[in-house]
């Protein structure tokens, strides 16, 4: 079983989600499926909040960004649905998930 980095992230509204780190290869959809789903709409740069630490950051543009390989980050994926996307298994997801706690 992998140990999820868990942290809070406040939205405009104060509307809040918990951001997790997936195992690899994990999608957020399959992340958060114990934490009442994804939000589709909290996709953001999170790197500080998540602790961290990018020797780079790229604009990204995979599907399933914003990402991790444990070095280096990608953010800025495409418009559209990404909580379903997933990554080869050295691909660790930022997943905004909609509860701070397994249902």
């Known amino acids: 079983m992998f140990r ?3 942290l809070t992230a406040w939205a405009c509204c104060a509307l809040a989600v918990t951001w ?3 195992p690899g290869g994990a999608s957020c959809e399959h992340t958060c499926a114990a934490r009442d789903g994804c939000s589709e ?3 953001k740069d999170i790197a500080k909040l998540a602790g961290q630490e990018c020797s780079t950051v790229q604009e ?3 599907k399933y960004d914003p990402s991790t390989d444990g ?10 649905k990404r909580c379903a996307e997933a990554g080869d298994s050295g691909t660790y ?4 998930c909609n509860s701070d706690r397994e249902l």
């Open 4 to 6: 999820a980095l868990l």
């Open 20 to 22: 997790v780190k997936s």
């Open 93 to 96: 997801r930022f997943c905004p």
């Open 60 to 62: 990204g543009g995979a």
């Open 41 to 43: 709409e909290e996709f």
């Open 71 to 80: 070095r280096h980050c990608g953010w800025g994926g495409p418009e559209g």
